[in-house]
């Protein structure tokens, strides 16, 4: 079965530093990859999502992603951090094919905390 | 633009009893998801309806049925509530297709006592 991994339950940056989120994906063919936003009492929200075409990805709020085949990775990135940023991000899959291609699997998410 | 309703927003049960968790969406969404989210363990699949009328089972079936009752509404339901079933519940829907975006509701919380 499809499944991705984050690296990294929590991690903690300071305001205008690098985010670097990981999240690694088990599959032979390169799926669908998406990631997602959790804010505090609230639902999901998509970031951005992989489709093939294009290995760099962006998405909203400054967040961007790169597909990588060669290490079955799709890391989301923010240059600089912002305090608006701290919420919790999950890396999702579908596969790309066949009777199951209907599911969305999600990571067990991690939690960024931005500090001043 | 509503998207994705989910009623109740919170819920305690004892334990035995049991309820039904409603989603409706107005996105004319195809699929349907419910998922149940527990502190680091992030969110887990339960059931999801690719269209109507088929609903399969997700990595975490078991003391839950499922009801795709029309294209909008998706239903839970805990027939015999155990505690292990406390957490928070998310239904999501989205456009057939797996490269499409899913939308989530606000989430139920629910506690077994």
Known sequence: AQSVTQLGSHVSVSE???????????????PYLF???????????????????????????GFEAEFKKSETSFHLTKPSAHMSDAAEYFCAVSPEGGGSNYKLTFGKGTLLTVNP | NAGVTQTPKFQVLKTGQSMTLQCAQDMNHNSMYWYRQDPGMGLR????????????????PNGYNVSRLNKREFSLRLESAAPSQTSVYFCASRVRGPNTEAFFGQGTRLTVV
Not at chain 1, 41 to 55: E, P
């Open chain 1, 16 to 30: 205008g530093a690098l985010v670097l989120l990981r999240c690694n994906y088990s599959s032979s063919v390169p």
């Open chain 1, 35 to 61: 990631w997602y936003v959790q804010y505090p009492n609230q639902g999901l929200q998509l970031l951005l999502k992989y489709t093939s075409a294009a290995t760099l990805v962006k998405g909203i709020n």
């Open chain 2, 45 to 60: 699949l339960i059931y999801y309806s690719a269209s109507e009328g088929t609903t399969d089972k997700g990595e975490v």
